[in-house]
């Protein structure tokens, strides 16, 4: 029996890495890992994000729907153009390499018990798609009108509050 492998050489970066830094790529028969490291791999994602944000979108949608076992049958058709604000919050979009960037452009499936399917995607800002989350419509409207309820509740205390100290 031959010791397992610790350590290999990235074909892009050329440098020795520890065997974990690679991850698992099953077509693999001698390792089941990936030629390029980690960080390689993140840099090729991130410069293909800048050149073509779309075709990005879609390949980390596929990989999501793949791990998650959503339903996936969208195109670049279906994305694209990509558009200049948030149809949500209407904020300006961006390509952005920052994590949970607030403008960046995110890919929303509306009925969020539905996979990347045709007529389920919708392009919007990242947080836009996240404060949506997993709500319902019916959902939402609760959270704003306790929200309002609350802010009100706020308002009335301060104001009762400065009052006092006047009357002092
Ligand atoms: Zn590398």
């Not at 350590?7 to 830094?21: E, F, G, L, M, N």
Request: proline fraction near 7%.
């Amino acid at each position: 029996m031959t010791a397992p492998i610790t350590a290999k050489t990235c074909t892009t970066c050329k440098q020795v890495k520890p065997i974990d830094d690679f991850p698992p790529d099953l077509r693999q028969k001698s390792d089941g890992k990936q030629a390029k490291c980690r960080a390689c791999i993140n840099a090729w994602m991130r410069e293909h994000y800048r050149k073509d944000p779309v075709w990005s979108m879609l390949r980390r949608a596929k990989a999501r729907s793949a791990k998650e076992g959503f339903d996936f049958n969208i195109t670049a058709a279906d994305i694209a153009p990509l558009p200049e604000k948030c149809p949500v919050l209407g904020v300006p979009l961006r390509i952005s390499e920052v994590p949970q960037d607030p403008c960046a452009y995110s890919l929303d499936r509306v009925d969020n018990t539905k996979g990347y399917v045709r007529g389920n995607v919708v392009v919007m800002s990242y947080r836009a798609n996240r404060l949506k989350n997993d709500g319902t419509a019916e959902d939402h409207e609760a959270i704003a009108k306790w929200m309002r309820q609350q802010m009100a509740a706020t308002a009335n205390d301060n104001t009762a509050a400065n009052n006092q100290m006047e009357a002092a």
